[in-house]
């Protein structure tokens, strides 16, 4: 069967390796793909959000299943207008979408449900906000209700900054604003719990803890991920089952009474303080960077839990993971999260020797005369698999010393909270 993947980074990157690994795959187009999907399948450069398009293309190369990576064209609706054709999309329709496009639909779904999430107001306009929040105590948090590429949020720890952002959000930095979320500040720690789900049962699908942050020890601006470990050290069988009891199932109910059909990943993003989970946010996807963590501790072949999800057979599907552990390190370009240049050459890629459970995927390369070139914020992601923390990102550390790019940066200490709790590792 012929396959496709939309997306760029370094989670389709990872969605295309296991593709590839199917024995029920014959060919894979990436809608764009980048230098290290280059190396397995076709890249395509047809905008993905044309969904006329893509079909025409599709149907051409006769693909007859459509991974979904981001979050956009889910939003936008493709597995609606795919839905009366003869090529599967992977993923939710566009009702059940807006758990992530819009954080205020969302919020609206805990409310009527009781699933426990922050404490939260919605204002309508600038001067209803700012009324709000003088007579609020701080921090507090403001967000953007649509898609914003995950800077929409912001921490305010006091009434100055809480205006700005509002101004901004008013003002059409996300897109037009007719609303506003402000929501009570979590204290804890954050996991990401990935289900895969056809609508009627779902499944566990890996767990992980990102690190947000740009600098060491969790601090700085916010990016996109800057490196992930896997599992997540604050999973246990209690807080999983609260987990699926009051976050997961209410939800999914939620959506089917709504008239959704939820087929596809789903990424629920917590706070856990004090054993307690609270949801902070449900991405209709897979998280990147946790995907590259993740996906290459499946067993199972990805294309039949594909496409038993799509047939309504995920309750017959066995999911099987290794037993080892992961951890992935992203490579950025310096600059990111703010200004950061492009095109910049990366040499040592083509020798460098991986051993069985090293991976790179690649998220904003090139491949142009002969070499590789970066072409976004976060460059590449360095992952490995063992049986410790330690020794993973040992190992994780010197494939990224060898790499030696001179335009790039990385975080040291992924994963620092579980392995500071082991013995006296310096790092
Ligand atoms: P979101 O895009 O909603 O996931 O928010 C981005 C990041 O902001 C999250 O990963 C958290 O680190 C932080 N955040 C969002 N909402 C809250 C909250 N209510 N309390 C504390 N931190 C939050
Ligand atoms: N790792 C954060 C995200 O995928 O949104």
């Not at 070499?371 to 494939?399: D, E, H, M, P, Q």
Request: proline content about 3%; glycine content about 8%; charged content about 30%.
């Amino acid at each position: 069967m012929n396959v496709g993947i939309i997306g760029s980074g370094g989670r389709e990157h990872a969605i295309c390796y296991m593709l590839n690994k199917s024995k029920k795959v014959s060919k894979i187009f990436c809608f764009p793909g980048n230098a290290g999907t280059d190396l397995i399948a076709q890249n395509v450069s047809l905008d993905p959000d044309n969904f006329y398009k893509l079909e025409k293309y599709c149907m051409e190369k006769n693909i007859k299943m459509l991974v979904v990576g981001p979050e956009k064209p889910l939003v936008n609706g493709i597995v609606d207008h795919f839905n009366d054709k003869s090529i599967k999309v992977f993923g939710p329709d566009k009702l059940s979408s807006k758990l992530e496009g819009s954080k205020i639909f969302t919020k609206k779904i805990c409310q009527e449900n009781n699933i426990p999430t922050s404490k939260f107001k919605i204002c309508d306009s600038l001067n209803e906000t700012l009324d709000y929040l003088k007579n609020s105590y701080f921090p507090l948090v403001i967000k953007a209700d649509g898609l914003a590429s995950g800077k929409g949020v912001y921490i305010c720890k006091n009434f100055d900054e809480a205006k700005t952002a509002t101004e901004e959000i008013f003002k059409g930095k996300f897109g037009v604003a007719e609303q506003i979320l402000i929501e009570e500040f979590l204290d804890g720690e954050e996991m990401s719990y990935f289900i895969v789900t056809d609508g009627k049962n779902y499944k566990f699908f890996g767990s992980a803890q990102d690190h947000k942050r740009i600098g060491e020890g969790d601090t700085g601006k916010n990016t996109g991920g800057m490196g992930c470990y896997s599992p997540s050290r604050l999973l246990n069988d209690k807080l999983e089952l609260k987990i699926k009891t009051k976050i997961i199932e209410p939800t999914l109910n939620a959506i089917n009474e709504h008239g959704g059909t939820y087929k596809g990943f789903l990424y629920v993003g917590l706070m856990i303080k004090d054993g307690e989970p609270f949801l902070i946010e449900f991405n209709v996807r897979m998280g990147d960077p946790e995907c590259q963590a993740i996906l290459p501790r499946l067993k199972s072949d990805i294309v039949e839990i594909i496409n038993n999800t799509t047939k309504n057979k995920l309750k017959e599907t066995s999911i099987r993971w290794k037993k080892e552990k992961s951890m992935s390190i992203v490579l950025c370009t310096k600059g990111y999260p703010g200004n950061y240049k492009k095109n910049l050459k990366i040499d040592n890629l083509e020798n460098i020797k991986l051993e069985k459970y090293d991976k790179i995927f690649h998220a904003g390369t090139k491949f142009e005369n002969e070499k590789y070139f970066s072409n976004g914020g976060r460059v590449l992601n360095v992952t490995s698999l063992g049986k410790s923390f330690i020794l993973i990102r040992k190992k994780i550390l010197k494939l990224l010393k060898i790499i030696n790019w001179k335009h790039g940066f990385y975080r040291k200490d992924i994963g620092w909270k579980e392995i500071k709790k082991n013995a006296n590792y310096k790092w």
